[in-house]
């Protein structure tokens, strides 16, 4: 009776690991998309504090775009847009003025969430500083 007991249960384990595994699966990618998206929300805001910084002190346009793709490592700078407001050659001689740098960065995903989240995702920062 033991012995024919085991033989009508031998796949249950395959089955269960193949209803499983799916959802196993996309909540293992998920979680590494978000750590993705997370990194990059992260750098994106830190090169704009970076480049907002080196335009509050006076550099050029030229000097705070090669702060801010110097400060993101890890990211692709190709696809990075950035925008400097107001130009270096209006805000060259007015101290007090505020000065603001806008970042755009687009992240693909690799998990396909599909209609929930837009592929990509786009990242921004905004900051501003007055200059010194």
């Known amino acids: 009776m033991n012995r024919r007991v085991k033989k009508q249960e031998s ?36 090169a704009a504090r970076t480049g907002v910084r080196v335009a509050s002190l006076g550099g050029s346009d030229d000097a705070i775009i090669t702060a801010i793709t110097n400060s993101m490592i890890i990211l692709n700078n190709s696809t990075l847009t950035i925008q400097i407001s107001p130009s270096y050659s209006q805000r060259q001689s007015v101290p007090g003025q505020a000065v603001t740098v806008n970042i755009s960065y687009p992240v693909p995903l690799i998990v396909p969430i599909g209609g929930i989240f837009p592929n990509p995702v786009i990242i921004t920062a905004n900051l501003s500083m007055r200059l010194e």
């Open 11 to 46: 796949g249950q384990a395959l089955v269960e690991m193949a209803l499983v595994l799916p959802f196993f699966l996309l909540l293992l990618f998920g979680l590494i998309q978000m750590s993705i998206l997370g990194y990059s929300y992260i750098s994106v805001n830190n």
